[in-house]
């Protein structure tokens, strides 16, 4: 079954790092998202992508934040000056249509933690 | 302001039990509702859920929508202790907070 892949699985990183966290989406899915979880508390959407540009971004994803898809298979997350507030469980989703209608896959995930 | 409460948040009940656990929602452009349940780590797709009434069934869990009271359950019968998991809520691209379900053996 095809899947969503991100690399690393965790990161730690000290803070004012830049990251970069990638994704491999399924090959035919269109729409590209970045969702994050901080420990115990509810996924919370921060970017969408579609036709290589930025669909719809949340008040999360500040000037910090980029997505890029440089290559056309690869889907990444950069923060340029990680914060102790982004230590999180960063997911990859992608999707046939907009906003998930068929439903999300999920990638398993890129724990970063921030020191 | 857009929003999905999930309720209740958290629910342990024992192996064998059925549990309905509840998405309530208030957005502006209703497309579709879905369900997923989170494990350890990404969530996996179990619902998704267009139209009022429709139940939709899978094994032992199934669902349904009501489109006028702005709500949808998630049943699970003859629970088992790896329905443990977090089961999350989505409408229109904005999540619930999430049920912690914790099924004792």
């Known amino acids: 079954e095809p899947e969503v892949t991100q690399t690393p699985s965790h990161q730690v990183t000290q803070m004012g790092q830049e990251v970069i966290l990638r994704c491999v989406p399924i090959?035919?899915?269109?729409?590209f998202y970045w969702y994050r979880q901080i420990l115990g508390q509810k996924v919370e959407f921060l970017v969408s992508f579609y036709n290589n540009e930025i669909s719809e971004k949340s008040e999360i994803f500040d000037d910090q934040f980029s997505v890029e898809r440089p290559d056309g298979s690869n889907f990444t997350l950069k923060i340029r000056s990680t914060k102790l507030e982004d230590s999180a469980m960063y997911f990859c989703?992608?999707?046939?249509?907009?906003?998930?209608?068929?439903?999300?896959?999920f990638g398993s995930g890129t724990r970063l933690t921030v020191v | 302001e857009d929003k999905v409460v999930q309720s209740p948040l958290s629910l342990v009940v024992h192996e064998g039990d059925t549990v309905t656990l509840n998405c309530s929602y208030e957005?502006?452009?209703?497309?579709?509702l879905l369900w997923y349940k989170q494990e350890k780590k990404a969530p996996t797709f179990l619902f998704m859920l267009?139209?009022s009434g429709i139940e939709k069934k899978s094994g032992r869990l199934s669902s349904i929508l009501d489109k006028k009271e702005l709500f949808s359950i998630l049943n699970i019968t003859a629970t088992q202790t790896g329905d443990s998991a977090v089961y999350l809520c989505a409408v229109s691209g904005v999540w619930g907070a999430g049920t912690k379900l914790i099924i004792k053996p």
């Open positions: 267009t139209s």
């Open positions: 090959s035919n899915h269109l729409y």
């Open positions: 989703a992608s999707s046939v249509s907009r906003l998930g209608l068929d439903g999300y896959t």
């Open positions: 957005v502006t452009n209703f497309r579709s």
